[in-house]
Nanobody, 119 residues
Framework: VQLQACGGGLVQAGDSLKLSCAAS????????MGWFRQAPGEEREFVAT????????YYASSVKGRFTISRDDAKNTVYLQMSSLKPEDTGVYYC?????????????WGQGTLVTVSS
């Protein structure tokens, strides 16, 4: 399974940006997906995730109310709509995917896409 993330860029504080992450290869029909980010000099941190059913979403407190995660199963793609961006949202955003099998799961990571928010 390969994950291709895109949509990053340089924006100003208060702007919006939408990231996408498409999965390809031998994917499972049962999967969860989400996003982490890593700021310069910091550890990777959780941002958002969406459940296998697509009905439950979870967010880091720092982005709740500003970011929205969604998925398109037909396209095997997860999105992260980011609004009211702040300089502290700057970092490399990584998508991940957890494929579920019978009694097992497998995690995959994308290569990351850089988001830079200027003040």
């Amino acid at each position: 399974v390969q994950l291709q993330a895109c949509g990053g860029g340089l924006v100003q504080a208060g702007d919006s940006l939408k990231l996408s992450c498409a999965a390809s290869g031998r994917t499972s029909s049962s999967y969860g997906m989400g996003w982490f980010r890593q700021a310069p000099g910091e550890e990777r941190e959780f941002v958002a995730t969406i459940s296998r059913s697509g009905t439950r979403t979870y967010y880091a407190s720092s982005v709740k109310g500003r970011f929205t995660i969604s998925r398109d199963d037909a396209k095997n793609t997860v999105y992260l709509q980011m609004s009211s961006l702040k300089p502290e949202d700057t970092g490399v955003y990584y998508c991940y995917r957890r494929d579920y099998g019978i009694g097992s799961s497998q995690d995959y990571w994308g290569q990351g896409t850089l988001v830079t928010v200027s003040s």
